[in-house]
């Protein structure tokens, strides 16, 4: 008489390689409907989150399916070691998310100047969902800043305004920001008047005294739009999407002229939620040392 041994299935593998399918598509769908779609960053995160929970679930499962695979021979061993492999995408990223958002300081914007952080041209207003965050103040967390990322430092300059102002909408080119604001762009116009005639153009009230009138008057050039910038400061507004994950930032970029060199400031922020995780400043930190590449030999002290 022939025995045939028949061996049990484990429902439990069967159901970790479904909630890790799950998670792995819901995942990769959201990404992709938020790096290339209409999805919005709220949104990508709670799906993502939950993605991540559907990807939790499934290792229990999965190590109780080949548990029972040893104990008694249970069918599923396959579909228990899938589910572990795929669960570990959605977990990996969600590892790393947590281990920057612990280890990086609360931050969702970083500035270079935190005396004076340069103001807005136009002050970004996007509704934050259900990722709430404190008013904008780089000034209050100026101390946290500074221990974080030490490096984000003011920059000067040697030479002619215009000049650092074509290599900095170079370098943001080359990083593929998206430029969508200038103010005082004038300034680093060949056209724009010496200093000798700016007093006559701007009036009476100009900090710098009027010359004295010559015998025979000399034409005046036309103003050209500073934008009501104060002399010799130009503001570049732009917009970044990290290349990989997409996540949106908003940068706003400050020239002023000094007496004979150009300072350089900026100001990076996220565009949702209370924390960036380091990006911010990463985007500053990219922008500067390519800056600084650009205009090798012209860093002032």
Not at 103 to 119: F, G, I, K, Q, S
Not at 129 to 134: C, D, E, I, N, S
């Amino acid at each position: 008489m022939t025995i045939r041994f028949i061996r049990p299935v484990s429902r439990a593998a069967t159901y970790a390689l479904r909630f890790a399918l799950l998670a792995f598509v819901m995942l990769l769908g959201s990404w992709l409907a938020f790096r290339f779609g209409p999805l919005r960053m709220p949104d990508f995160v709670l799906l993502a989150l939950v993605a991540a929970g559907f990807a939790l679930l499934s290792v229990p499962l999965a190590i109780w399916g080949l548990w029972r695979l040893w104990q008694v021979g249970a069918k599923g061993g396959i579909a228990a070691a899938k589910a572990l492999f795929i669960a570990a995408f959605p977990l990996g990223a969600l590892g790393v998310a947590t281990e920057y958002y612990l280890n990086r300081p609360a931050l969702y914007e970083v500035a270079t100047d935190l005396h004076d952080p340069v103001a807005w041209i136009r002050a970004p207003n996007v509704p934050q969902g259900w990722l709430p965050r404190p008013p904008s103040n780089p000034k209050a967390h100026a101390s946290e800043q500074m221990a974080a990322y030490p490096t984000l430092t003011l920059r000067n300059y040697d030479g002619a305004l215009d000049r650092v102002y074509q290599a900095a909408r170079k370098v943001a080119a080359d990083q593929r920001l998206s430029v969508t604001a200038t103010a005082g762009a004038a300034y680093a116009r060949p056209d724009f008047p010496t200093p000798s005639t700016l007093p006559e153009l701007l009036g009476a009230d100009a900090a710098i005294k009027a010359p004295i009138p010559l015998p025979r008057p000399e034409p005046v050039p036309d103003m050209p739009d500073t934008d009501n910038e104060p002399a010799g400061t130009i503001r570049i507004q732009a917009t970044s999407r990290d290349f990989i994950f997409g996540f949106p930032s908003d940068i706003v970029i400050r020239l002023r002229e000094k007496e004979d060199s150009v300072q350089v400031d900026m100001r990076v922020a996220s565009r949702f939620g209370p924390h960036d995780l380091g990006l911010s400043a990463q985007i500053a930190n990219r922008y500067l040392l390519a800056l600084d590449a650009a205009l090798l030999g012209t860093a002032a002290q």
